[in-house]
């Protein structure tokens, strides 16, 4: 008879793993979680004397802090120049050692330190108190020197970190990190930051391609392919041929478009006379058109539904340029 094994299955073992894992992620969810809520249910003026801190300078805000906290500092500063408001980061090291001096008195300091005691950012803070350069803290000690020497103290809510130990920041700089998120979104909002002024700020990437107007890509002037509706087929077709567009626009005296001639255009009035006809005989009134101000991504989805290749941008009846469907591709929108 043939012994049985001692040793136990790998399968439930990997699954306990897998388990122990999966309850150590959502604890982290959980913790944090309830770490954003307290922050969002300590918001009172101070918030608001901080938004009115950093909206009022005329320079930019200094964000600064050591270690996690400057991590954080980092990508607070990133999102509110992106979102309208001037701002860099300054580490609280070098700041001792000659950044001071990128600190003016147009500016505002933003430091960050969970403890409120970072020795490191004592150079900062005589710095500011010095030449009267607003400070806003952010700390979770509210007694701790850079919260004393504040104009402005956004408290941290006592949270629990996520660490089982308690020792690593975790719920700490996510709650710092989504402060810093909102100060930054009530400041844009504050100047009614728009679409427009964030694809100037991002004209890379696909945030900034998201953006993008049909303005910024389409023909205009003598690469547009127009003619005038009494102008014969034989001329047209050379238009046509020399532009590229595989169309033409027929436009009045004004400048008006009234029409355009495409390659359906053409093979519907397929006819020995065709050559002699004119423009105006055989254009397509009432063209798709759209708006300069229009996103390339909704010019596409216009052009996929019509099934066309070109349109033309037009304001107050007027052509101002042309979109192929090539130079939507080129700039990254399909």
Do not use: W, Y
């Amino acid at each position: 008879m043939r012994a049985t094994s001692d040793k136990p299955p790998t399968e439930p073992a990997a699954a306990s793993q897998a388990e122990k894992d999966l309850a150590a992620a959502r604890r982290v969810f959980e913790i944090e979680a309830r770490g954003l809520k307290a922050a969002a249910s300590n918001l009172d003026e101070r918030f608001v004397r901080a938004l009115d801190t950093l909206a009022g300078i005329p320079g930019r805000v200094v964000v600064s802090g050591m270690g996690k906290s400057g991590h954080v500092a980092h990508k607070i500063a990133a999102t509110l120049a992106s979102t309208g408001t001037p701002a860099f980061f300054v580490h609280p090291g070098e700041a001792s050692h000659g950044d001071l001096g990128m600190i003016t008195r147009d500016d505002a300091v933003l430091a960050i330190s969970n403890s409120g005691d970072t020795a490191e950012l004592a150079d900062i803070i005589a710095h500011s108190r010095r030449f009267t350069i607003p400070l806003v803290a952010i700390t979770a000690n509210q007694d701790s020197a850079l919260a004393e020497a504040a104009d402005v103290v956004l408290v941290l809510p006592d949270s629990d970190e996520a660490c089982p130990m308690g020792l690593a920041p975790t719920t700490s700089t996510t709650v710092t990190l989504a402060l810093g998120d909102a100060l930054a979104i009530a400041l844009l909002e504050r100047r009614a930051f728009t679409a427009d002024e964030f694809q100037l700020l991002h004209p890379g990437g696909q945030l900034g391609r998201k953006l993008l107007k049909v303005a910024d890509i389409m023909h205009a002037g003598d690469a547009m392919p127009m003619v005038a509706p009494g102008e014969i087929m034989a001329d047209v077709l050379v238009t046509i041929t020399a532009k590229r567009f595989g169309c033409a626009g027929v436009a009045d005296a004004q400048g008006r478009l009234l029409g355009i001639i495409t390659d359906g255009d053409l093979r519907r009035h397929m006819a020995p006379d065709l050559l002699a006809l004119t423009a105006g005989d055989i254009m397509t009134k009432k063209p798709v058109t759209v708006p300069p101000q229009s996103l390339v991504a909704e010019a596409l989805a216009i052009m996929d539904e019509k099934a066309i290749t070109s349109i033309f941008v037009v304001e107050d009846s007027k052509p101002l340029g042309i979109v192929h469907i090539h130079d939507i591709l080129r700039s990254g929108i399909a």
